[in-house]
């Protein structure tokens, strides 16, 4: 089948499918209804052609597992794939609309101003360091994980004159660091998103839970800087200073930056606190929440910017160029959403539960909160990225009965989406930086993040346990 067919079908689909989402979570139409599972359908099937079956061998294997196991349990299979198509229906329209807060933030200069505005503060290695890490966070809020190549683009024309493995090191593990960091607290990246609403677990504990964690390690990746590059006998920051001072030769007036840091700031806080404030007071799904407040949110920047009409052209070329080929995800939570179904239909997490148990009556010192990183971390290192491995632990632990207050089983689950993004090199964020800086994965991961990563599963392991301890 032509792609010139296959490729307008499939945004269609997309399309269809995250309207009529949202139009049936507050009017419940069975026709609309039965129309979203098609949609869901179309989705992994035009993804299927569009890809082609190789490319999207991880999608279709949990979508035949699912079906396998709707075909072999007692009950309707139809309603089964009803069911299972419609399962991540909230994860499939917060996936099309985040990308789209990419959109005001290539509107201005706000990186090159943060920059030039913040010169004296990050004018030593250290310092730069942590802008570096923290910023990442910020800026993983508006990218996700294209925050990672877009950074690493901004620090390398900053140090363009400094080459070599200690510079691909420094900038590296701050700008990854910084990522993994951020899937803690961060509301807007899915992951952490589903896993709270999974969990029912309080959305404000569980971001000042994470934050103060990704602050913790802020400090410790901070701490490590210098012993970990000790033995490449680099000045780091006379190279640094060296690069800044050319930069503030070139840089525009004060005023214009100066409003451009401040729109960056209002923006973030707007977006931050809308999601924040509106998650307390309106009644709602946080995975539908956030969506539509992102929708509004960028309708309102462009109405007080007076920019509409670039508005409508930038959604159109969304719609025309980029929307199909984002759809491997959309493709992932389908296949998930099925397999995860046909979970809940079997003895599956009964299962778990009880090796889980076993385990712990062998060495009791052991308990859940303990190994749930590592089902996160085996999952990464398998090839699932952080989104997929939260869907399906989450998945399954929103069917067993813990206990411990969700929001010590949403950090433990983050904790090892956050390791599985340092180390693992066969997931997203270490081969897109791997091919931003021409190095390998294992030493972008294990080589250059390992012990960084041991000693945070141990800070942050602490604090759950004793805080466990102290929820009795």
């Known amino acids: 089948?032509?792609?010139?067919?296959v490729s307008p079908a499939l945004v269609i689909c997309i399309i269809g499918f995250t309207m009529i989402h949202f139009v049936t979570y507050f009017l419940q139409v069975h026709l609309l209804l039965t129309l979203l599972v098609w949609f869901g359908f179309g989705i992994i099937f035009f993804g299927t052609l569009f890809y082609g079956p190789l490319h999207l061998k991880m999608p279709l294997g949990l979508f035949l597992t699912g079906v396998i196991i709707f075909l072999s349990v007692d009950t309707s299979f139809l309603s089964g794939m009803r069911e299972g198509l419609l399962q991540m229906r909230n994860m499939v329209g917060l996936l099309v609309i985040i990308p789209m807060v990419s959109w005001v933030l290539r509107e201005e200069a706000f990186l090159e101003s943060a920059i030039s505005y913040a010169h004296d503060f990050v004018d030593t290695s250290k310092k730069f360091y942590f802008g570096m890490v923290s910023f990442t966070q910020v800026i993983a809020y508006f990218l996700l994980f294209g925050a990672i190549p877009m950074l690493y683009q901004f620090?390398?024309?900053?140090?363009?004159?400094?080459?070599?493995e200690a510079w691909e090191r420094y900038k590296g593990t701050?700008?990854?660091?910084?990522?993994?960091?951020?899937?803690?607290?961060?509301?807007?990246?899915?992951?952490?998103?589903?896993?709270?609403?999974a969990m029912e677990a309080s959305l404000w504990k569980s971001i000042l839970q994470g934050l103060g964690v990704a602050a913790l390690g802020t400090i410790v990746a901070i701490l490590f800087f210098p012993l970990e590059n000790k033995k490449y006998h680099v000045n780091f920051t006379r190279g640094l200073q060296h690069e800044i001072d050319e930069i503030m030769q070139h840089t525009r007036n004060k005023r214009e930056t100066k409003r451009i840091v401040r729109e960056f700031m209002i923006l973030f806080l707007s977006l931050f606190g809308s999601i924040f404030i509106l998650s307390a007071w309106v009644n709602m799904e946080l995975l539908v929440l956030i969506p539509l407040t992102i929708l509004v949110w960028i309708l309102s920047y462009y109405l007080v910017k007076k920019r509409l009409y670039k508005l409508t052209h930038i959604a159109?070329?969304?719609?025309?160029?980029?929307?199909?080929?984002?759809?491997?995800?959309?493709?992932?939570?389908?296949?998930?959403?099925?397999?995860?179904?046909?979970?809940?239909?079997?003895?599956?997490?009964?299962?778990?539960?009880?090796?889980?148990?076993?385990?712990?009556?062998?060495?009791?010192?052991?308990?859940?909160?303990?190994?749930?990183?590592?089902?996160?971390i085996i999952l990464g290192f398998a090839g699932l990225g952080p989104l997929t491995v939260m869907v399906l632990v989450a998945g399954i632990l929103q069917t067993i009965h813990l206990p411990y207050p969700p929001e010590l089983i949403v950090l433990s689950v983050t904790l090892g989406s956050s390791i599985s993004i340092l180390l693992s090199p066969v997931i997203m964020p270490i081969i897109v930086l791997s091919g931003s800086n021409g190095l390998s994965g294992f030493k972008n991961g294990f080589q250059?993040?390992?012990?960084?990563?041991?000693?945070?599963?141990?800070l942050v392991m602490t604090y759950i346990q004793l805080m466990a301890y102290m929820a009795g």
């Not at 089948?1 to 067919?5: L, N």
């Not at 701050?174 to 609403?197: K, N, Q, T």
């Not at 998930?336 to 809940?344: E, P, Q, R, S, V």
Request: with cysteine; aromatic share 14%; net charge neutral.
């Open 1 to 5: 089948m032509s792609k010139q067919f």
């Open 155 to 164: 620090v390398s024309m900053i140090l363009k004159d400094e080459k070599g």
């Open 174 to 197: 701050a700008i990854l660091r910084g990522f993994a960091l951020s899937v803690l607290w961060v509301v807007s990246i899915p992951s952490f998103a589903y896993v709270v609403e």
């Open 316 to 376: 159109a070329l969304y719609v025309k160029e980029e929307m199909a080929g984002k759809s491997y995800q959309l493709c992932v939570m389908v296949g998930a959403g099925m397999l995860i179904a046909g979970l809940t239909k079997t003895g599956f997490a009964g299962w778990v539960v009880d090796s889980l148990y076993a385990l712990e009556a062998v060495a009791p010192f052991i308990n859940l909160l303990y190994l749930l990183p590592f089902m996160v």
């Open 448 to 458: 250059f993040n390992g012990v960084f990563a041991v000693v945070l599963y141990a």
